[in-house]
């Protein structure tokens, strides 16, 4: 069940005009409060001990003794301590599904490359708000680890990771958000892109250690129109993905309990999802992602 890799090796794919700008009147903002910071604006609700100078307050048994303001207490006898409000930034995070079952395509664009667009216009949304974007890249293993940056550059080089495409093996998506659960020490916000081809019940219990940790995630589930439809009516040969054998078949026969498997699965990872309080967007590669991402957003906006 394929037509062929069809990697896009030109860095300026990614950032089709049209795409960005339909989604530049619109900024990524997170839903849920995440720590010492409010996503999406860069002035927290909270006061710290930071940078800007906001107010005193009057000191109490137990307050660090190195804010106090002297020359208040010289004036007064008084003790006061100095609140500042802090500058804080919101740190996204794109994890991007780069396993073999994502070189999938029936038209244009396969699932790997209709993610990367998606990517591709968030990473620009979220620097041109400076705030910060990191990319991890996955299939059995992280593949790629790249830091979050506010710097504009920094976009360059999240392409320079997308355009070497995807590999030849598998996802196991649970060892896989374990991992990052532990090296992501920061409260953020993490936006999965993949097919999530794997065991419903692993992939849950990956996400459940992403929001133990208290991250917001959003999984956007790319799949192929192909696979959500079925439309194949001769005999045909179905080219395994991620190791799994070819396979001759009569889609005919196939058809009722291939769509009834598949609408299993997404109810079901929709569910967990729900449960959870993550965000899930199912996409279509056949569906502009322009209209798909505005869409989106525009719906967390009037949220």
Known sequence: ?????????????????????????????????????LSGTHRSPYHGFSVEFAQHREYVPGDDIKHVDWKVYGRTGRYYLKQYEEETNLVCWLVLDV??????????????????????????????????VGLVTFDDQIRHFLRPSSQPSHLKDIIGVMVQGPGREKSRMAPLFHDLAERIKRRGLLVILSDCLDDVPDV??????????????????????????????????????????????????????????????????????????????????DVDAAVALTGYLARRLSR
């Open 1 to 37: 069940m394929g037509r062929g890799r069809g990697i896009i090796t030109d860095p300026q794919r990614y950032l089709d005009p049209l795409t960005l700008a339909k989604v530049g009147q619109l900024e990524l903002q997170a839903r849920l409060l995440v720590e010492g910071y």
């Open 99 to 132: 396993s073999e079952s994502m070189t999938y395509r029936s038209g244009e664009v396969s699932k790997f490359e209709y993610a990367c667009l998606m990517a591709a216009a968030l990473a620009h949304l979220t620097l041109r708000q400076q705030d910060s």
């Open 204 to 285: 849950l219990s990956g996400l459940r250690h992403l929001r133990y940790n208290r991250h917001e995630v959003v999984l956007f589930h790319v799949l192929d129109a192909a696979e959500l439809e079925f439309p194949f009516s001769e005999a045909t040969l179905f080219r395994g993905l991620e190791q799994q054998p070819e396979l001759l078949a009569d889609p005919r026969a196939l058809r009722a309990s291939y769509l009834e498997q598949v609408q299993a699965f997404m109810t079901e990872l929709q569910r967990g999802c729900r449960g959870m309080n993550i965000d899930y967007v199912s996409l279509r590669t």
